[in-house]
Nanobody, 125 residues
Framework: QLQLVESGGGLVQPGGSLRLSCAASGFTLDYYTIGWFRQAPGKEREGVSCINIDGGRTNFADSVKGRFTISRDNAKNTVYLQMNGLKPEDTAVYSC??????????????????WGQGTQVTISS
């Protein structure tokens, strides 16, 4: 069964950090662009970041630039989203998605082949 599983979410105080993981099972991420998305209650899903096949190209939403980083470890079949300087407005369910092939543009791809179920991130004092 092909699936993506996110982990690492939780409750942290403003200014804190979390590292989310996106692990694949049933397929290898080596040939997939990976995107991270988030959706807060009552809001549309928002693209947060993406990383290309070899990790050499990344992209971030303006709202998270300078605070979030994305990386991948293809040997572990996992992609990470490091989130620092967290703010209450970062509260959302974070999901990862995999798109076969690379991306070359200046913006993250919109469509993806596989999606995870998501992990809750709550920023509150």
């Amino acid at each position: 069964q092909l699936q993506l599983v996110e982990s690492g979410g939780g409750l942290v105080q403003p200014g804190g950090s979390l590292r989310l993981s996106c692990a694949a099972s049933g397929f290898t991420l080596d040939y997939y662009t990976i995107g991270w998305f988030r959706q807060a209650p009552g809001k549309e899903r928002e693209g947060v970041s993406c990383i290309n096949i070899d990790g050499g190209r990344t992209n971030f939403a303006d709202s998270v630039k300078g605070r979030f980083t994305i990386s991948r470890d293809n040997a572990k079949n996992t992609v990470y989203l490091q989130m620092n300087g967290l703010k209450p407005e970062d509260t959302a369910v974070y999901s990862c998605a995999a798109r076969q092939g690379n991306f070359y543009g200046s913006r993250c791809p919109i469509s993806y082949n596989y999606w995870g179920q998501g992990t809750q991130v709550t920023i509150s004092s």
